[in-house]
């Protein structure tokens, strides 16, 4: 079967050459990939895929039908073999016997694991007995924003009738239930009746479709889906302007009006935790946020549970004019915030029950803005940015439900079943979900598990570090140990190209999404406010700001000059100066406590001679870092550390001044020796004057760096650790 001419939307993306080299499982690993490589055919993390598989049971060496299906909480553009549940088929469909009704459902659960086939640890997922009780080989349910459209208009079934004559099918309709048994049930038994179905529409949550191979299986959901669009898309070109038209237009100055405003907003929403932001003004956001229905719409929340279950019972929707101005946007922001952690307590209160898990935090995940975009928020960049790619997923649906739109409502939504009629609330033939399902599934017993499931999270998770010095010595240091503890980073420096070398070795190990780079100029505030504005347009905001940089002025005769005695006091004292004052803008925008973290030096209390531009600067910061706790506390916590010299890795000792310093203190040394071997013959010279004989490290240095400027010391400002192995020298007197 060929797609060459059916295809207007979608790519046939299957390539023989490398499934005719797979096994089973592989080919519905290498299935699935396909599918979830395309997000218009599902959503990260959304969706699963079966395939019932004949093998060789390892207890009895006979021929047993396994069910291979998609574990809980995987994703199928990036799943492996090892991400699929193996059930034994025939008890899996046994479970019917079992059944005592829909009130006892998610007692079954307990009965997946010991159906499992050859001990798989991989858990099974709540949609598993919708794959096995259908009876086709292979099944693909996905949540396409064309296909929810359909499910969640309020003319759905019968638009769907109108699809099925258009294009040849014999999809049946189901009304909504919330996954799980009953819903198998309820799928077997309407495929059943229907000879020839060849898919299932399920009421406000998305699609099946199948097939006898796993080549038929691809093709005929990717042909759906694709018919699909074109259906809804010769309605969208009848219907006119979308959301009712529009109401405002864009704001000229939008993306720098959102790093202004995204810390603000941030700090709101975090209220109860700290959250990782992301900003889209994408036309489609634009559209809808700029649209005479958004408000109305936005305020029905989402239909799909893939897609609510990220975006929350609805987003927040700010009913701010672009033309006004940002002191009212803020005034506007807080006044939504209010009224939307009041709804979120009483939709908790109106449905809980004695079970059900304790409130979750009341603050949005989805922020809407008219004129700007929408802003998105999560535990870390990828959940923010999914986030968001959830509710544009929303607004298509929202639009290709509005397209279908006839003007007339039925006197029976399509979509009620276990939930009447008038539970659900329409606008513009959008269904969404009734309140009581969303708290069903928000606050299910299954979904609660799931989150405990998931790893704890670092010590740094949920925060942002921007680490300026970051492309050498203790800073690069300081990024690569703020990513092992689970931060997001800013790595800043003089040079951008070192600075994105280091982000790189970052996301190696924190994830390709956990670190940027950014250019600086520690001594111009433009470039410190720049620097600021892309910490915020890829986090959302600042926590923690740590400076290392500095410099050691050197020359060949060992004299000073009057311009470099000004420019290292420039760059190691005012240039701290200007760039925590810039930062604490940022911090007192967010509302949320923070810290600031600088590198002074031992030298700022050990006097030596031929250093005196280099020790004076650092003994100014020691006291600059006393003086800025006092003037922006109790929101921001200032401390510094002050290390012995750190030679390792360090910028400040070029070739000349290792081999300068190697012969003021009379260390012999090979010329031909490499940059390393005279570096650590001096940093072992440096050594011998501490207590504990062991040469400073940037890592240690990274280390106090982030206990003082972490979590762990929530208590401490205005002080300097000493991490300079015991160096009496610099004892205070």
């Not at 034994?88 to 459902?105: H, I, N, P, R, W």
Request: glycine share 8%; with cysteine; net charge negative.
């Amino acid at each position: 079967m060929t797609t060459s001419n059916k295809l207007h939307f979608l790519e046939d993306r299957w390539d023989e050459a490398v499934a005719s080299k797979l096994d089973a499982p592989e080919l519905l690993r290498y299935r699935s990939n396909l599918l979830g490589s395309d997000l218009r055919l599902t959503n990260f993390g959304g969706g699963n895929t079966s395939s019932k598989i004949e093998e060789i049971d390892p207890l009895d060496g006979q021929k047993k039908t396994v069910l291979w299906v998609k574990g809980s909480g995987g994703d199928l553009g990036s799943i492996k073999r090892s991400g699929f549940a193996t059930l034994y088929l025939d008890k899996v469909l046994s479970l019917a016997k079992s059944y005592k009704g829909v009130e006892f459902e998610d007692e079954i659960v307990s009965m997946y694991p010991l159906c499992t086939f050859n001990n798989n640890p991989t858990a099974a997922s709540i949609d598993t007995p919708l794959h096995g009780f259908l009876p086709a080989p292979h099944v693909d349910h996905l949540h396409p924003d064309w296909a929810i459209a359909l499910a969640a208009s309020a003319n759905g079934k019968e638009k769907m009738e109108e699809f099925n004559q258009r294009f040849g099918h014999k999809m049946v309709w189901v009304p909504w239930q919330r996954p799980g048994f009953e819903l198998a049930m309820m799928l077997q038994k309407a495929v059943a009746a229907t000879p020839g179905c060849d898919g299932v529409v399920l009421g406000g949550h998305g699609l099946f479709t199948w097939g006898q191979t796993q080549r038929e299986s691809y093709l005929n959901t990717i042909t759906i889906i694709d018919q699909l669009g074109q259906f809804i898309q010769e309605h969208a070109a009848k219907k006119g302007p979308s959301f009712s038209g529009a109401r405002y237009s864009s704001h000229e100055e939008r993306k720098s009006l959102a790093v202004q405003l995204m810390p603000a907003i941030r700090g709101r929403v975090s209220a109860k935790q700290r959250v990782i932001g992301s900003f889209t003004d994408a036309p489609d956001v634009l559209a809808f946020v700029n649209s005479n229905s958004a408000k109305q719409l936005a305020h029905l929340g989402t239909s799909c549970p893939d897609h609510f279950i990220r975006t929350k019972i609805r987003p927040l929707f700010i009913d701010w004019n672009p033309t006004g101005s940002i002191t009212d946007l803020e005034a506007k922001l807080d006044e939504a915030l209010e009224t939307y952690r009041a709804e979120y307590a009483e939709y908790y209160k109106a449905h809980a029950a004695p079970e059900s898990p304790a409130m979750r935090d009341a603050s949005p995940t989805v922020v809407l803005v008219p004129g700007v975009g929408m802003f998105s928020f999560g535990k870390n960049k990828a959940e923010s940015r999914i986030t968001g790619e959830f509710y544009i997923n929303a607004i298509h649906v929202m639009e290709g439900a509005g397209s279908m739109d006839e003007g007339k409502l039925p006197a029976e939504l399509p979509q009620a079943g276990c939930a009447p009629t008038s539970a659900f609330s329409v606008h513009e033939n959008y269904v969404a979900l009734p309140p009581s399902e969303a708290f069903r599934i928000e606050y299910w017993a299954l979904e609660e598990a799931k989150i405990r499931r998931q790893p704890p999270e670092k010590e740094l998770s949920r925060r942002v570090v921007l680490v300026v010095g970051g492309a050498s010595g203790i800073g690069r240091e300081t990024v690569l140990l703020a990513a092992e503890r689970g931060a997001h980073i800013v790595v800043a420096d003089l040079s951008l190209e070192a600075a994105q070398k280091v982000a790189d070795e970052a996301k190696a190990i924190g994830g390709k999404e956990c670190a940027v780079a950014a250019a600086i100029d520690i001594r111009k505030r433009d470039a410190i406010k720049s620097a600021l504005d892309a910490t915020i347009a890829a986090f959302g905001g600042i926590d923690i700001l740590v400076n290392t940089a500095a410099i050691f002025p050197t020359s060949p005769d060992g004299i000073i000059t009057d311009a470099q005695w000004g420019v290292t006091l420039e760059i190691n004292v005012t240039a701290n100066y200007l760039l925590t004052d810039e930062a604490q803008k940022v911090f007192k925008a967010q509302g949320i406590p923070g810290s600031v973290v600088l590198t002074s030096s031992a030298n700022a209390v050990v006097a030596k001679r031929g250093s005196e531009a280099y020790d004076v600067s650092k003994a100014a910061l020691s006291h600059l870092v006393r003086e800025l706790a006092i003037t922006y506390s109790p929101l921001l916590r200032v401390n510094g550390i002050s290390p012995a010299t750190v030679v390792k890795g360090s910028t400040m000792f070029p070739r000349d001044r290792v081999k300068a310093s190697l012969t003021k203190y009379g260390i012999p040394f090979d010329e031909s020796g490499s940059d390393d071997e005279i570096r650590n013959l001096l940093a072992a010279f440096y050594a011998k004057r501490t207590l504990t004989h062991v040469p400073i490290d940037p890592k240690d240095c990274a280390e106090a760096i982030l206990f003082v400027g972490g979590p762990k010391a929530p208590v401490t400002t205005g002080h300097l650790i000493p991490v300079d192995g015991g160096l009496t020298e610099a004892y205070l007197r």
